[in-house]
T-cell receptor, first 111, second 119 residues
Framework: DAKTTQPPSMDCAEGRAANLPCNHS???????VYWYRQIHSQGPQYIIH???NNETNEMASLIITEDRKSSTLILPHATLRDTAVYYC????????????FGKGTSLLVTP | GAVVSQHPSRVICKSGTSVKIECRSL??????MFWYRQFPKQSLMLMAT?????????EQGVEKDKFLINHASLTLSTLTVTSAHPEDSSFYIC???????????????FGPGTRLTVL
């Protein structure tokens, strides 16, 4: 899997948009960008994934640069419950391989 | 949809005993399940990959005779920690690969985790 680089921590005020960056400059053409988050003492939660087009679902938006070397996860209106560690992972889809978790970004949403 | 459960959520056992953890995909079939371990303030580390009807594939450094994995059906995988010791105390998490679930090809869904404490 291509390696990813994320800032270790970020703060965001409640109600504001949280923009979490991820660099994946060695991503291959067949690799997708996946985002998961882990709230303390829980299992990781799937958020969103994409290949090259921007994606949006009920949880977040994923913006992937045209060269696919970086992406941003956007939580449009952060709440206190969004405080978690966010993991950006790149891997081929339909590969059957496990997800390789790095250190992620610890997002703290403050009142 | 795409819910994965684990049982028990937490267990405390004495050193030398064995503990079984169940992982179930509740609303989809999972040909592949994964077992991870997470120590405090660390990220998830893959222990093994479990394919239905075949032997599990273990990561380097994970003892297959100590961590027994059985994946007998498309919705159930079990991890048995044999002769548990205090250093096995950890947060054990399973995930299931959703195959054939519309719009979720190859997305992995995680269970809530099992907190194991070995005294």
């Amino acid at each position: 899997d291509a390696k990813t680089t994320q800032p270790p921590s970020m703060d965001c005020a409640e109600g504001r948009a949280a923009n979490l960056p991820c660099n994946h400059s060695t991503i291959s053409g067949n690799e997708y960008v996946y985002w998961y988050r882990q709230i303390h003492s829980q299992g990781p939660q799937y958020i969103i994934h994409g290949l090259k087009n921007n994606e949006t679902n009920e949880m977040a938006s994923l913006i992937i640069t045209e060269d696919r070397k970086s992406s941003t996860l956007i939580l449009p209106h952060a709440t206190l419950r969004d405080t978690a560690v966010y993991y950006c992972i790149v891997r081929p889809s339909n590969s059957g391989y496990a997800l390789n978790f790095g250190k992620g970004t610890s997002l703290l949403v403050t009142p | 949809g795409a819910v994965v459960s684990q049982h028990p959520s937490r267990v405390i056992c004495k050193s030398g005993t064995s503990v079984k953890i169940e992982c179930r995909s509740l609303d989809f079939q999972a040909t592949t399940m994964f077992w991870y371990r997470q120590f405090p303030k660390q990220s998830l580390m893959l222990m093994a990959t479990s394919n239905e009807g075949s032997k599990a594939t273990y990561e380097q450094g994970v003892e297959k005779d100590k961590f027994l994995i059985n994946h007998a059906s498309l919705t159930l995988s079990t991890l048995t920690v044999t002769s548990a010791h205090p250093e096995d105390s950890s947060f054990y998490i399973c995930s299931a690969r959703a195959s054939g679930l519309a719009g979720s090809e190859d997305t992995q869904y995680f269970g809530p985790g099992t907190r194991l404490t070995v005294l």
